[in-house]
């Protein structure tokens, strides 16, 4: 009712909704599930490579020492998660979504927030197929750090993208290793 802004509780009034990103972050994570198919690993990624980049050497020109600290506790924790593909994803979104938040435009969270919400589920599957894919995570968000931290937008733009490409091949070795196991599977197993 009234956009979502007002709910009406029986018996006990109308009341207005406290509005912040979640009103507007978690449908359109709901949207994005919904319609996601069997390409939607690519398609996340294409969307992550032509927004991140730029909001990456956003964040460089604008970060505040503060976000300098949540992306190195990001970081710091990253590493702490060999093995743990659950926390691996919780740090690696954060991470990005800290990035966002760098760039000092609240729009950029608003919309990096629902496709970094389909991840957990692809890093899972990436972490188990691609031998060096933490270490890799590793390495290209140290990368990016030292960018924003140096205020170099174009390095940070430059090491995000390369931080992508990476993230693509292991998404289409991830993939490959999928098909391969819905090969090997009977039908009556799929």
């Known amino acids: 009712m009234a956009k979502g802004l007002v709910s009406i509780e029986k018996g006990r009034g109308i009341f207005v909704k406290l509005f912040s990103?979640?009103?507007?972050?978690?449908?359109?994570?709901?949207?994005?599930?919904?319609?996601?198919?069997?390409?939607?690993?690519?398609?996340?990624?294409?969307?992550?490579?032509?927004i991140e980049p730029s909001i990456t050497a956003y964040a460089a020109m604008y970060r505040t020492e503060q976000d300098l600290k949540n992306l190195q506790f990001d970081i710091d924790e990253l590493k702490?998660?060999?093995?743990?593909?659950?926390?691996?994803?919780?740090?690696?979104?954060k991470f990005h979504l800290d990035i966002a938040i760098a760039s000092q435009n609240p729009i950029m969270y608003v919309i990096l927030s629902p496709v970094h919400r389909l991840m957990p589920q692809i890093k899972s599957k990436i972490l188990a197929s691609v031998k060096d894919a933490h270490k890799a995570a590793v390495e290209w968000h140290q990368k990016i750090y030292d960018a924003i931290a140096e205020g170099d937008a174009d390095k940070a733009f430059k090491m995000m993208e390369g931080h992508l490409k990476?993230?693509?091949?292991?998404?289409?070795?991830m993939l490959k290793v999928d098909k391969k196991k819905n090969v090997r599977k009977p039908e009556a197993f799929k």
């Open 80 to 93: 702490k998660c060999v093995g743990d593909a659950e926390n691996h994803a919780k740090y690696d979104v």
């Open 21 to 50: 990103p979640e009103n507007i972050v978690e449908p359109l994570h709901m949207y994005l599930q919904l319609q996601s198919d069997e390409n939607y690993t690519m398609h996340v990624l294409e969307a992550r490579m032509i």
């Open 166 to 173: 990476i993230a693509k091949e292991h998404s289409e070795k």
